[in-house]
């Protein structure tokens, strides 16, 4: 094993040992969410000179037997008070746990609470103090906010330090809550004052765990540049939009400002296998899912697979089950300062301000298309082909994709778009209308016609639009455009076919397996 400091926004491996680099103080305080440790980096500013020493960690960067053991050597075993906070339960962190038991056994106050909302009697009950004591402070975190951290230092000092500091009892902050950097206690009216008339409204989404941890720096400069893209802004934090109250005022406030579009920053999916056809929102307008990676920027460029696997469930595969529109990272956890008076690195989340940009102009050309009729919009379905045989045309484990490709062609004609022509009955008359021209297939490729094409001329214009690198390297390995498959009599053959202006494609082979390994999917 190798002795590794940790890295903001990073773990340590389990097969090195992680040291925080931290010395003993009295009072020490885990908490396995960053937002949390971010809070109460920033209260801890504005504690007396007096107050105990204290430190932060997150107990998630010590995971091993060996990095648990260093740190219990160097700061834990000094401690008079130990408060651990744990997202998961015991299992999440047992040999830790373990060790703080011994530690409580030779006199230090232990406190163990929930780092979520929901109760966790197996992990309380190994407090060294009375129950509620143990839940008020749980309340203190679990509301947040810096008058509630600042009344959590002030009891922990009063109660087990020796101190005799005046404290309040934790203060419930509301489930769901428009937020404005301005105001303390923001109502509509202050964003309403701010926005531009005439101008589309946008509500952005994020967790309440950022209004409550302070940590709101990356909501304020995607509300300016959503501002900057022609969108009047609503930041509203919730707690859970699987909460029937929060969802029921967001649905109102979308009404009431008749919003044209949803920012949503919050993780995992609406939809209920119970009720498929229930809509996730209740008004009729895209829901775009701006994501706020869990990983550092420089990890996710460095990363072939950008970003990791938390991320890509959260806030991708499972909003997808809502039909939402999935963008870009808007931000990456990221170190913020270094609290000396704590000795830890604060982890928050950074604005990305290009990728901001990205998303606002796409946001804002979703709602500009809401208003162009149906009977203009050029609609486009690709059916997926890997291997790039004409017999996976459209393929999906489980899935009839030709049957649902032409259910939503039904649905578009019934909605007024242009598509005026017979459709066919099945899905396998579908497939078998689509293999009568040009498909991946390269041994029947010049046998076959080509019902959709591009000139020459206009795919190297739209080429060229690329920056100098990306052609060079698309050039480097794939060779000139005329010397692709799909190029003849000077124009690049396009498989599918048109039904009125809704188009039915099949996804274009990578590489004709000129390159092996290259029609892999990631």
């Known amino acids: 094993m190798h002795l590794l400091r940790t890295q903001p ?13 931290q010395t003993p103080a009295e009072l020490v305080i885990l908490c396995s969410g960053d937002s949390s440790l971010a809070l109460l980096a920033e209260a801890a500013q504005q504690l007396p000179e007096d107050y105990p020493s204290l430190r932060l960690a997150n107990p998630m960067q010590v995971q091993n037997h060996a990095s648990v053991d260093l740190y219990v050597d160097q700061v834990l075993q000094y401690a008079k008070v130990i408060l651990l906070s744990l997202h998961g339960g015991i299992g999440y962190w047992r040999y830790g746990i ?35 004591q143990g839940e008020r402070l749980w309340h203190f975190l679990r509301q947040g906010g810096r008058h509630n951290a600042l009344q959590l230092y002030r009891c ?21 809550a428009i937020y404005h950097p301005a105001h303390s206690s923001p109502q509509l009216s202050h964003w309403q004052a701010d926005w531009l008339a005439g101008q589309p409204v946008a509500a952005l989404l994020f967790y309440r765990s950022h209004l409550q941890a302070a940590n709101t720096a990356f909501v304020d400069v995607f509300c300016q540049r959503l501002q900057a893209a022609g969108l009047n802004p609503l930041p509203i934090a919730v707690a859970s939009l699987k909460e029937p109250g929060c969802l029921a005022v967001v649905e109102d406030l979308l009404d009431e400002v008749q919003a044209g579009v949803i920012l949503n920053t919050t993780g995992f999916a609406q939809s209920s296998p ?20 869990q990983d550092n920027e420089p990890g996710w460029r460095d990363s072939e697979q950008g970003l990791g696997p938390r991320d890509l469930a959260m806030h991708i595969a499972l909003p997808e089950l809502d039909g939402r529109i999935i963008s870009r990272p808007i931000s990456f956890k990221d170190l913020a300062w270094r609290s000396e008076r704590s000795q830890s690195d604060v982890v928050c989340y950074r604005a990305q301000p290009e990728r901001m940009d990205f998303v606002a102009e796409l946001a804002k050309r979703w709602v500009e298309l809401a208003s162009v009729a149906n009977a203009h919009k050029r609609i486009a379905l690709i059916l997926a082909n890997y291997p790039t045989r004409d017999g996976r045309i459209g393929n999906g484990v489980g899935l009839d994709t030709p049957a649902a490709a032409l259910n939503i062609l039904r649905a578009l004609q019934s909605e007024g778009y242009p598509l005026d022509c017979a459709l ?13 021209g040009v498909s991946n ?11 959709q094409s591009l000139a020459l001329d206009e795919y190297l214009a739209m080429f060229n639009d690329l920056p100098e690198a990306n052609r060079q390297a698309v050039t480097e390995r794939w060779g000139e455009p005329h010397s692709d498959p799909m190029f003849r009599n000077g124009r690049m053959m396009i498989a599918g076919l048109l039904f009125g202006l809704p188009f039915v494609g099949v996804h274009r082979a990578r590489g004709f397996q000129r390159v092996p390994g290259a029609g892999y999917p990631s």
């Open 9 to 21: 926004g990073g773990f340590v491996s389990d097969d090195n040992i992680a040291d925080l680099g």
């Open 98 to 132: 373990e060790r703080l038991v011994q530690l409580a056994e030779r006199g230090v106050t232990l406190i163990l609470v929930p780092g979520d909302d929901r109760p966790d009697p197996e992990l309380s009950g190994l407090s060294t103090v009375p129950a509620e």
């Open 441 to 451: 297939d390269l041994d029947s490729l010049d046998l076959r016609p080509c019902l």
């Open 274 to 293: 119970e009720a498929p056809h229930l809509r996730p929102f209740r008004r009729n307008i895209p829901v775009i899912q701006a994501i706020c990676a």
């Open 424 to 436: 066919p009955d099945t899905g396998t008359e579908l497939i078998q209308q689509l293999l009568g």
């Open 156 to 176: 922990l000092a009063s109660q087990w330090l020796g101190r005799d500091y005046a404290w309040d009892e934790p203060q419930t902050l509301p489930r769901t």
